[in-house]
């Protein structure tokens, strides 16, 4: 059975940093392109970053420089390094698989950036 569970999330101020994590079980990871998701309230999941299998990885225009998405494979996870957190970084941070973002969703870890 597939799973994705996210965490890392929580409460910052403006300017600061969180680092998320999303463990991925029930499929061959290693073998799978991923992608960092998020949904803002009354917007549409958006998809925030994204890691090939080979190791590449490409952001929304509106993170680059900020975010980092990093894997490791041995242990079937996914990060999403945060920095500079704005205001409009608040939302549900999910992962899924990318690009076709097929697998159920997990339960998503809140990030609200506020002062």
């Known amino acids: 059975q597939v799973q994705l569970v996210e965490s890392g999330g929580g409460l910052v101020q403006p300017g600061g940093s969180l680092r998320l994590s999303c463990a991925a079980s029930?499929?061959?990871?290693?073998?799978?392109?991923m992608g960092w998701y998020r949904q803002a309230p009354g917007k549409q999941r958006e998809l925030v970053a994204a890691?090939?299998?080979?190791?590449?990885?490409n952001y929304v225009d509106s993170v680059k420089g900020r975010f980092t998405i990093s894997r490791d494979n041995a242990k079937n996870t996914v990060y999403l390094q945060m920095n500079s957190l704005k205001p409009e970084d608040t939302a549900v941070y999910y992962c899924?698989?990318?690009?076709?973002?097929?697998?159920?969703w997990g339960q998503g870890t809140q990030v609200t950036v506020s002062s």
């Open positions: 899924n698989r990318f690009p076709y973002a097929d697998l159920n």
């Open positions: 890691t090939t299998r080979e190791g590449r990885s």
């Open positions: 029930g499929i061959l990871f290693s073998l799978n392109s």
